[in-house]
């Protein structure tokens, strides 16, 4: 790379002096064009540079070594744009899906329809990704009413794995349950969007009451586990994108950590 | 950069054949500088595709998605080894010491000298990378002799953000437990091989007596946090490379997933 440029340059100012006598007044004009040759390197170092800063920051986040996290990192914010955007994304949402498929078909359900595989919802099976295009891919503070209105509109596309995943476990006989922190008023609009996006045959959509509000996301999705299980249910998988879907008490047998570098919830 | 190339190109045509009628027959010459271009843009858009297919791989397994996994996928060998040996192992082992230490010392210890944090060894406090760059970063079956001949030598360096968080956590009163799958019969080459690396003033050691044999780690390792909870011993904070370490009963209050793309442990 470095020898085609200066080959190239090198040919330039040939082609450029071809017949004029060699001068040294006009070295400087030919010359110019090293200038952002250099730029370009040092904008691209940086950009490699913050690459591997930021995707350092993921893997700690994705390993929940930066539970709670509250913001992205400042330099971080067009990473995320291009990771959530791009194919990376989507690669590690098929790998997760793949291996909770895998997982699932070695399952010998008993049959009785108490076997359970619990989603959470928000980018677990619905991607708010057009509501975050507008809202600076997590960098900004989090907007409640304006999510709230997001979420009414029912529009959240499904993100794809996931509801391959879905459709297949239920084929293959469990029970779906729907553990969100959504509110109970969110009831219709939920349902509207999970159908419009493909969704269909949840045992149960669980969605926060008003003796549910104001519990961390870790407790009260573990209250409603227990109270699963209190009932009979044998919870053997559980998708999500955050570690309170999955921790805590009454936990699934294997679980699912889908990624999200956009936000955390405790 | 294809204006570069093509530029040079048609430069190169024009030195060679500058003093030579232009002829057909001659082209098959120059055009030959094309072919590398079309295989190295192969090559590289082929190393993306693995590089990206790899990564996501390994946030599936540093969010424990693939549990159990028993080897690196095929392609997957020299981008480990890179990674590995380059400076996102090292950045990712820094941020997570990092966010240890800042979460150490918002802890108030009791102060009665029964507050622990739990050190893992192999990847955690010594880095096994030597010998590991000896056999294939993990891509070759594991040599149990083989190993056992290295961890005699004692030789292995420390992960120097986990020796400067050691350092730091004996600072703030926490007493040190370093629990490790090794042997009994490995304590005496142990203890030369942390002391060797910089690490002294541990509370303990806990190795694998004969009766621990056989038990996965991550039961041995939660029957080991049970006894210490049983002896009024706290154990505020654990870090390890394998999610056996962190995960099982009596775990932590926080714990701190080391990456480790070579190996797992169940």
């Not at 250099?38 to 070594?65: P, T, Y």
């Not at 559980?238 to 936000?263: A, C, E």
Request: hydrophobic share 35%; aromatic share 12%.
């Amino acid at each position: 790379m470095g020898f085609l440029r200066s080959f190239s340059l090198f040919c330039l100012i040939s082609v450029a002096f071809a017949h004029e006598a060699f001068d040294s007044h006009l070295l400087p004009r030919p010359l110019i064009l090293e200038f952002p040759e250099g730029v370009v390197n040092q904008v691209k170092e940086l950009d490699e540079e913050i690459k591997l800063r930021c995707d350092s920051w993921r893997f700690n986040v994705e390993a929940n070594n930066l539970n709670p996290w509250k913001t992205i990192p400042k330099n971080c914010s067009e990473y995320v744009k291009q990771y959530v955007t791009g194919r990376a994304y989507q690669l590690e949402l098929e790998i997760a899906s793949n291996e909770a498929e895998i997982f699932a078909k070695t399952v010998k359900l008993v049959g009785d329809g108490k076997d359970v595989w619990i989603f959470d919802i928000d980018e677990t099976l619905l991607s708010n990704l057009p509501y975050y295009t507008d809202h600076g891919y997590g960098s900004e503070s989090f907007k409640p009413d304006e999510f709230d209105n997001w979420v009414e509109k029912a529009t959240a596309p499904p993100l794809q794995p996931s509801l391959e995943l879905y459709k297949e476990l239920l084929d293959l006989g469990f029970k779906l349950v729907l553990l969100t922190g959504r509110s109970e008023k969110q009831r219709e609009s939920t349902t509207r969007n999970l159908i419009n996006a493909g969704f269909y045959d949840w045992d149960r959509l669980v969605l926060r009451r008003d003796d549910d509000q104001g519990k961390s996301a870790i407790l009260y999705k573990s209250e409603k586990r227990s109270e699963m299980e209190n009932e009979g249910l044998r919870i053997i998988g559980n998708s999500g994108d955050q570690w309170s879907d999955l921790l805590g008490t009454s936990v699934s047998v294997r679980s699912f950590k889908l990624p999200n570098p956009m936000y955390y919830i405790s």
